[in-house]
């Protein structure tokens, strides 16, 4: 079954991305999904255009081997500064979630507590 899985974060950000299931609607397959669509997205704005162009950025067919070098160390080190601050973040709490399919929204079904089969 092909699915669409939404989740809101605490931080107002919303996923949607789709899900196949094999036997039903997998929820924490869901969850965790969002939760990789969350981290994607944030890293992708944490990286500035500045940095974007030097990490795609070579030296030039002229550039010495010592340029070359220099030039590798530098988007080495400019890459280990980005890796730490991704280390850093943690996702939010999911606030609200659901799975949309065919146009129709399932909400996770609620576990009934103990008590209140007594």
């Excluded at 990789?36 to 030296?59: C, D, F, G, M, N």
């Excluded at 943690?90 to 089969?117: M, Q």
């Amino acid at each position: 079954m092909k699915a669409t899985f939404v989740a809101t974060f605490a931080d107002g950000e919303v996923t949607r991305m789709s899900a196949f299931c094999r036997d039903g609607l997998d929820w924490e397959r869901g969850k965790r999904l969002a939760a990789h669509a969350w981290q994607t997205r944030i890293r992708q704005r944490r990286v500035t255009p500045e940095a974007k162009q030097l990490l795609l950025s070579y030296p030039d067919n002229n550039a010495t081997y010592e340029k070359d070098l220099k030039h590798r160390a530098w988007r080495g080190e400019l890459l280990d500064r980005f890796c730490e601050s991704l280390v850093e973040m943690s996702t939010p709490e999911i606030v609200a979630y659901h799975f949309e399919v065919d146009g129709a929204v399932f909400h996770e079904p609620k576990e009934e507590s103990a008590t209140a089969a007594a």
